[in-house]
T-cell receptor
Framework: KAGVTQTPRYLIKTRGQQVTLSCSPI?????VSWYQQTPGQGLQFLFE???????NKGNFPGRFSGRQFSNSRSEMNVSTLELGDSALYLC?????????????FGPGTRLTVL | KQEVTQIPAALSVPEGENLVLNCSFT??????LQWFRQDPGKGLTSLLL?????REQTSGRLNASLDKSSGRSTLYIAASQPGDSATYLC????????????FGEGTQLTVNP
């Protein structure tokens, strides 16, 4: 069974631009969560989607948004990029939002904002 | 607010040693705890998942324990190898947060040949 895939793997953008990252969960998984990882802040939760509905949202500005499609694939969008948005963005999937759901992570998208 | 702490922040050991990584959390109302491994610049690899009703889980040379009431977990690595060198992250899933995980800062492990 294929793991969680994320595209693109690397991105370089300039301040003020916007970016869209994609995540394909493990087949059969319906929950997708996004995390931002930086050296200073560690792993920070962005949001979680289940069955195309946002179930949970972290403490990030409205420039960060996401969505989930009917096939469970998810995208996140960051508008008006800032230098501080440079980070590794990780996506995780699980088959349920229930207590038993083990989370599996993708390889991440490395975003660099210049 | 749930906080997760991992000690030590970094650890360097000779090959073959048995070692213990520690994780503590402030709120015992959790569904489960997961240990992950992260190689530099890579994603997270799930090592072990312990449900709140369990005391320990084992996979190969890894053994993780959970004491939910005291807010502690340990990851035991037996007979360490250079290939074990990585950052080890502990994450808890609070009961009130859906699939959201709260992570510790990690322990950076170096196993020297």
């Amino acid at each position: 069974k294929a793991g969680v895939t994320q595209t693109p793997r690397y991105l370089i953008k300039t301040r003020g631009q916007q970016v869209t990252l994609s995540c394909s969960p493990i087949s059969g998984h319906r929950s997708v969560s996004w995390y931002q990882q930086t050296p200073g802040q560690g792993l920070q939760f962005l949001f979680e989607y289940f069955s195309e509905t946002q179930r949970n949202k972290g403490n990030f500005p409205g420039r960060f948004s996401g969505r989930q499609f009917s096939n469970s694939r998810s995208e996140m969008n960051v508008s008006t990029l800032e230098l501080g948005d440079s980070a590794l963005y990780l996506c995780a999937s699980s088959w349920t939002t229930g207590a038993q759901g083990e989370q599996f992570f993708g390889p991440g998208t490395r975003l660099t904002v210049l | 607010k749930q906080e997760v702490t991992q000690i030590p922040a970094a650890l360097s050991v000779p090959e073959g040693e048995n070692l213990v990584l520690n994780c503590s959390f402030t709120d015992s109302a959790i569904y489960n705890l997961q240990w992950f491994r992260q190689d530099p610049g890579k994603g997270l690899t799930s090592l072990l998942l312990i449900q709140s009703s369990q005391r320990e889980q084992t996979s190969g040379r890894l053994n993780a324990s959970l004491d939910k009431s005291s807010g502690r977990s340990t990851l035991y690595i037996a007979a360490s190898q250079p290939g074990d060198s990585a950052t080890y992250l502990c994450a808890v899933r609070p009961e009130t947060s859906g699939s959201r995980l709260t992570f510790g800062e990690g322990t950076q492990l170096t196993v020297n040949p």
